[in-house]
């Protein structure tokens, strides 16, 4: 592998992560201002959470008495796994710098180590809300877990691998196979998928202030500071990476390779214009939903594993 | 001794001893029941007398007289003193009753004829013939043994076993080695002596000679 | 030396350990059997690498030994690698032993106990024939019983743990003889290699049969689904290095027995047999999982997580033999190597784990997690490498049960489509199942960590823990350590992996797994550079601190008290408890798991509308058991009553017997002639 | 030099019967059991090479098969009579015995052996007929010597359902005797053994259908086999232990010995199809019978004697396959039974002498109050259950095997399933018996004199487990007598 090309996937990997450490918070704001002017107000601007982070980041840290080093450890694990898993998935190249390290399947562990830390750290606090919230959201996480894996294995088969960059670059070359119903079903199932790991409406709100109804924000309650900032920019990374490989999932164009600097650029001009699209069409979708009882969320998790188990047998038949 | 005379004579002592194996389950009194023992004893020594004249074997005639010693004589006087420290002792109630245990033996008869074909096929003589008595004769002691309550009826359907087995063993082979019946027949003999300790000291623990009452090791 | 003297000498060792343990004054005896455990462990693992190095067998005859067949020792690379997963979990388990003696394991019987059971599970991956296989897996499970009753005295639960291991594991070896006969019947000898040579001439019945009986006894020692039952029962109730050596070693022996009878004697078979495999395999982890993720104790938790793991190790090795029938070969090769790694991985990481919960035994004399709580700040040693090792059984990159469930994975991925219709339907069906257990791993040791060690303290006991001995720290930070290596780098261990793949798949082509650091599927694209990852989250880790550290306006965190919503005091009675975390999960799976909840409401005297204390209580036990061996044990039972009948002290009713047994030969003499 | 071996017990009863009641008296059983066992090992290195040793004028014979039942019977005899001067003294000493009685326990003990060794050195099968039977005479006062109601009870069912079996037995000799001499074997006796197993293929297959059956209800009924069994638990658990181990150890299988002796014949006229459905019945019966029986058992005396009915079953099964490894399994077991038999009766009689009582759930924790008497019986017990390294595990494991190299794979699972359910009923015994918390003021040690016997009868198990070596040749010469 000659240096300029090892150079380049280097860069790439580099401008995705810092792509998505900064893009994240702004489509956070974006989507709460598409919100706010679909429920009849003005709302606050766009970059509004950037501005929070840094009001956060100047405050005291603060740790409870009776914590342990997993407290302060788990913010920080959070952001790291998902910046190495924002490295290795082709946001804006079909090839960064360790995409053939790690694949899909990787990737989903890569995200489930931010989580469990989190939760620990929920327990860590010894409070009433902090075992509640991590309760509530591993149990979410294995019950998406499922319907995550068969997805997967669907989305697989037409690249005859799990590497994300090869399923991505399959669609690429062979845009047809879009269309077919297998592709639709793991569509659907991503999306329920996406939107119950990242915490959002119908599974969880993020917006909520209600305590008992709380799920990550329960398990974060503690956290003050830089740590809640660090928090929030995970999250928030976590959501644009989840819906950057949905969408280059289903419209994989304008990904290129990693090899001249206007590639890249080009590469994410093209993340950002489809996260955006994606962004506001969860907002829209999130303002006419309300938040589903906890013990219905198996249901329409359920529902996403079926999607998912049509995908493969689909995959199957095609084949 | 003539053909037809041995014949008729060994027939004869052989129906005796069935017809005191019969006895045994009709009579209720015990001290019947131990007498029908002596006369088979006696029909047994004479089946073995018979025989031994018939074939002119001086050995048998020795064994006659132990059997008759032994099973018409010291048994049943055995016996008659265990009976003399319960005098009175009836077989009121048997497990299965009188017409009942007669019906019985009646089948048992037929089974040992159906069950010897093949050694009386083996044995054509007028003895071999006469073998399935000596197995009817056995399933009778064998059914009077665990028909009856009184200890003193369950040993002589012992006997009658023995007895049988005895019979079974002069008709077809003219009796086992003489080493072997002396040994067998003390062995019996001794077997009667224990069972009759036993039976007195039951008697002097249980002050019956109820069979039924002996149910206390049980699972 | 050469290999063969060196197994003698091990299993010497190993003997002595046992005079040791039971001569030596109280005080050195678990020590004295310790030492010769390593002994025994290092002798026989340097004649396995060996083995494993030259791929050549070792064969040892001795027909002095066992009457009437003598003593056959084959040590093939296959079961080589198995004594090195005995040695890999014996050696660090005895080490904490030595720390752990004073909790019953210093008694004669168990000193001498503990050195035995080790040496006979290092000797039966090398047993070559019926006899020599048969007396190793009885003694083995001899031994571990002995070790299991050690704490019979205290507890009525090591009692009854006992009592439903002997018997579930005798089942089982009588599953296993069984097996082992039908094959044996007819050949020359009862060598394996003589079996192997007649098995293959046998009918499909008799060979079908042959491996669904051994798969059932095997089974059960290996935990599966159903008959696991003795699994959560024995292991909790098992000092803390005895559960480590019977969950990661012995347990994985059971696999091992699979593998004999499916591929060395049978040579492989029929998808059915293995999609068979491969269900049970699944139904296992799942239930396992679940099982886990609603345990309250510790050990029973990892016990169920026992079953779970491997329950993972059997879905692989069905995915094995199902793509050698349909002769995807080399992928075979490739499930079975994931097979074998599930069950390194497994063996690493579980024992490290009981391990710990015999630590925190031995600290707080509990295993209940809700009185535990806040052993981190307590003991931050073990309580850092029971979160590590915890981490590592939620397959959580770059440890090593991620790459065990990556390649159960790709096996899955690269199987489905494999040709049959019911593979077809079964492997995405076992991908789910691999899915929704790793998510309830996921929740059940998310429980274990934080309820039993984050948090506050929820009893004086788990207040007053201090930290545990050195020598059962070392226990566990080998097998730490272990989980650790094996995750970043797995290539160190994948060339022994795939001499045993291969000895056991013999004529089959070797899954080259390997390149240097990075994991390359031969003749599939799959590829996967778990050191690349790891240096990759070192980096962002480092940089993200650093990051914060440079932003915030104070390094260190003021320490305050927990907020909790503006709560005024924080007690340890007010966090979570391990029911009420386990209680979503519980709630979803109600028809499987079948709670049975309790409440009970004391009202005072004055009103009934008013309610003076409350007290919940939801225990979660086991349906199988509850539906397939309690009735038949009622039955029997039943059975054993009536039967009394039969004997009831009547003098005539045993003569009648006897009359009725003669009057039945004479008619058949009648009638037969 | 067999006479001798006769002669020993014999004279020693002698000198019991003359010689008045002193405690060193008791030793003198003990040493003649010793050279027993001695003469035992001596003729058993001369049987090994030869065909046979004869000996009192033709009258006693001693081939490999023999030479290893007299080895068996000394070894039981020395842990029986050993452990006897201990239930002598207890029972003089707490005055349910007298010295006189102590005099006939002594003669009629030296009775027994002498009995089972005329049984099993006859030539002649009438005298092993005899012998047999004068083991049940000898054998039943032993049984009532405690002359309590129930030993009473005990021994008028012994008595009187064995003499029943052994009269169908000897009905049964006489029918192969009537055999014998109607297909013209006249030779010197024609109830010798060898003459017999000579002439096995002329003998009238009719005749010897009825007698084989007979025979194997008859002296079925003292190998404790089923359905003439019953008198098996009760005899078992009221006799002193040191008998009860003699005739669970070895009473039982010196009747089985008779089986296999005749087996030999009848497979010469019969083909080994016969005898093989026959012992297949009623070994399968036994198991079946025993597992029931043991399902709720509540006194461990009778467990163990169910436990025997098991192991006789489990011969019997094997003696079905008759294969050369079959038979030399069978034989190994008949030791390795009779030495854990052995043990755990004349535990359970120390058990017995100091609780008082033989109900299991009387008896709990023995383990932790008593720990020398509860290993030796929980060793015993696993011993029993099948465990390597006890001898045990591998004669069980070979006998499967040969039954399924003959076809006889489904009773050997049938076997194997009522062994486990038989395995889980004694777990669940021993665990209420030897388990559990006892208090520490009643923790008691075992006499070292008690333990030692014991200790070295469960070693002597383990070692011809591990390595029967002394015994190979032996065994293999003995199987080749009677195996098929």
Known sequence: MNASLLAGEALAAVVQVVALALGAPVLLGLMRKVRAHFEGRVGQPVVQPLRDLRKLFRKERMRPDQATWIFPAAPVVLVATVAVAGAISPLVTTRPALGGSADLFALVYLLLIGSTVLALAGMDSGTAFGGMGASRAVTIGALAEPALLVTILALSFGAHSSNLPAIVQATVLHPEILATPQRLFSLGALVVVVVAESGRLPVDNPATHLELTMIHEAMILEYAGPDLALVTVGEA??????????????????????????????????????????????????????????????????????????????????? | MTGSFYASALEIAVSVVLLAAMVTLWRRSVRAIVRSLAVQGFGLATVAAVLGFHLGDPGLLVVAALVLGAKAVVIPYLLTRLVRVDPGSRETQPLVNVPASLVAAGALTFLAFAATRSVTAVVPSIAGRLIPVGLASMLVGFFAMFTRRKAVSQIVGLLLVDNGVALVAFLATSGVPLLVELGASLDVVLAVVVLQVLAVQLRTRLGAFDLDQLTELHD | MTAGVMIVAGALAGVGGAALGALLPQRLRVAG??????????????????????????????????????????????????????????????????????????????????????????????????????VLWELMALFSLMLVLVDHARSEAARSAGAWYATLTHAGAAFILVAFLMLAAGSSGQTFAAVAHHASRLGPV????????????????????????????????????????????????????????????????????????????????????????????????????????????????????????????????????????????????????????????????????????????????????????????SALPPLNGFIGEWLLFQSLLHGSGAGSTAGDVAIPLAVSA???????????????????????????????????????????????????????????????????????????????????????????????????????????????????????????????????????????????????????????????????????????????????????????????????????????RHWGRIARGLQPGSVHRYLGYGFGALVVILIAVAVLG | MLTLLLAIPALCAVVYAVVPWRRALGWLGTAAAAAVLVLGVVVSVGAVNRPAVTGLSGVLRADALSAFMVVVIGVIAVLATWQSVRYLDHEIARGASTRRHASVYGLLVQGFLATMLLAVLAANLGVLWIAVEATTVVTTFLVGHRRTRTALEASWKYIVICSVGIALAFLGTVLVYLAALHSGVHGQNPLNWTTLVQESHRLNPGVMRLAFSLLVLGYGTKVGLAPMHSWLPDAHSQAPAPVSALMSGVLLSVAFYAVLRFKVIADGALGPDFARTLLVVVGLLSLVVAASLLLTQHDYKRMLAYSSMEHMGLIALGAAAGTPLAIAAVLLHILGHGLAKGVLFLASGEVLLTEGTSEIDRVPALLSRRPVLGGIFGFGLLALLGFPPFSLFVTELNMARAEFQVGLGWAAAL??????????????????????????????????????????????????????????????????????
């Open chain 3, 206 to 393: 008799v060979r079908g049969s042959a491996f669904v009986v051994a798969l059932v006894g095997f089974g059960s020692k290996a935990g599966m689904v159903p008959f696991h039952v003795w699994l959560p029962k024995a292991h909790p109730e098992a000092p803390g290095p005895v559960s480590a050596l019977m969950s990661g070693a012995m347990v994985a022996l059971g696999v091992y027995g699979i593998v004999l009878m499916g591929y060395v004697l049978l040579g492989g078979g029929p998808g059915w047999w293995w999609l068979l495999a491969l269900a049970l395999g699944a139904v296992s982890a799942l239930y396992g999982a679940l099982h886990a993720a609603s345990s309250t104790d510790l050990k029973r938790l990892l016990a169920y997580s026992t079953t779970d793991n491997v329950g993972l190790s059997i879905m692989a090795l069905g995915v094995s033999g199902y793509l050698a029938a349909t002769q995807h070969r080399l992928l075979a090769a490739l499930a079975l190597v994931a097979a074998l790694v599930l069950l390194i991985n497994h063996a690493a990481f579980k024992g490290a784990l009981f391990l710990s919960a015999g630590s925190v035994q031995h600290a707080t004399g509990t295993r209940d997690l809700d009185q535990l709580g806040g052993l981190l700040r307590r003991m931050p040693q073990s309580g850092a490498m029971f979160l590590i090792a915890a981490a590592a059984t």
């Open chain 1, 237 to 319: 990374m976590r959501l644009a990476l989840l819906l950057g490989i949905l969408v280059n999932v289903v419209a994989p164009w304008g990904v290129g390779a990693a090899d001249s600097l206007p590639a890249i650029a080009l590469g994410v001009v093209a993340l950002a214009v489809k996260v955006t699209a994606a962004g506001v069409a969860l907002a829209v979708f999130e303002v006419f939903t309300a938040k589903m009882r906890l013990f219905r969320l198996p249901e329409l998790l359920a529902g996403a594993f079926m999607l998912g188990v049509l995908a493969v047998v689909s995959g199957l038949v095609v084949r």
């Open chain 3, 434 to 636: 691999m899915a929704l257990t790793a998510g309830l791993t996921v929740v059940a040791f998310v429980k274990a960590a934080g309820v039993g060690f984050l948090g506050r303290p929820r009893s004086a006991a788990a207040e007053q823990a201090v930290e545990v001995a050195w020598s059962m720290r070392l226990g566990v930070g080998v097998l730490v350590g272990a989980c650790v290596v094996l995750g970043v780098v797995p290539g160190a261990m994948l060339p022994a992996v795939e001499a045993a793949a291969q000895s056991a798949l013999h004529g089959m082509p070797a899954a080259q797994l390997s390149s240097g650091l990075d994991l390359q599927l031969a003749g599939v694209r799959g590829a996967l550079a778990p050191a690349e990852v790891a240096v990759a989250l070192v980096v962002a880790f480092l940089a993200v601190a650093g990051l914060r550290r440079a932003l915030a306006r104070r390094p260190a965190p003021r320490l305050t008290e927990a907020w909790g919503c503006g709560r005024e005091l924080q007690t340890a009675r007010m966090q979570y408890t391990a029911a009420s975390f386990a209680e979503p999960v519980q709630r979803v799976f109600d028809d499987v798991l079948r709670p049975v909840h309790d409440l009970d409401l004391s009202h005072p005297a004055e009103s009934r509308y008013f309610i003076e204390s409350a007290t919940y209580h939801s225990t979660v036990g086991d349906v199988v058991e509850r539906g397939l061996y309690v009735p038949v044990i009622r039955a029997l």
């Open chain 3, 33 to 134: 059997a310790a030492s010769l455990i390593w002994v025994a462990c290092a002798l026989e693992a340097v004649a396995a690498i060996q083995v494993l190095a030259t791929r050549q067998p070792v064969i040892l005859h001795s027909a002095q030994l066992l009457p009437m067949t003598g003593v056959d020792i084959v040590l093939s690379p296959f079961g080589a690698l198995f004594v090195l997963l005995v040695a890999l979990v014996a050696a660090p388990a005895s080490l904490h032993a030595v720390g752990y003696a004073r909790h019953g394991l210093d008694t004669r019987t168990a000193a001498a106990a503990l050195p035995l059971f080790v040496t006979s599970m290092l000797l039966v991956p090398q047993a070559g024939s019926v006899a020599t296989f048969m």
């Open chain 4, 415 to 484: 076997s194997i399933l009522c062994m486990a359910v038989i395995f889980a009923a004694l777990v669940s015994h021993g665990r209420r018996l030897l388990l559990g918390r006892g208090e520490k003021e009643q923790r008691q040690s075992t006499a070292r004199l008690v333990a030692i016997p014991l200790i070295g009868g469960l070693a002597g198990c383990v070692f011809i487990g591990i390595s029967a070596w002394p015994l190979a040749t032996l065994l293999s010469a003995a199987a080749r007598i009677v195996a098929l």
